[in-house]
């Protein structure tokens, strides 16, 4: 199992957990629950932010939350 954060450009995983339990309300409103398919578009030049694709949509996240979010690899 990685993070999110741990992720190259192109690859996709499936979304196992989250770390922190605040941000986990807010991450499911977004798209992010277990077992969706994400796939990390681009990353900033520094890293921070990072685009993602995740259920059907383009999303933001900052490097703290991808930390924050388990995957494991497909």
Do not use: W
């Amino acid at each position: 199992m990685k993070r999110l954060s741990e992720l190259k450009i192109g690859q996709e995983a499936v979304i196992h957990s989250f770390e922190k339990d605040e941000i986990f309300i807010k991450l499911m409103e977004m798209g992010c629950i277990p077992g969706e398919i994400i796939r990390v578009e681009q990353k900033a030049p520094l890293g921070d932010p990072i685009s993602i694709t995740v259920s059907g949509y383009h999303l933001s996240l900052r490097l703290n939350e991808a930390n924050s979010i388990f995957v494991e690899m497909r």
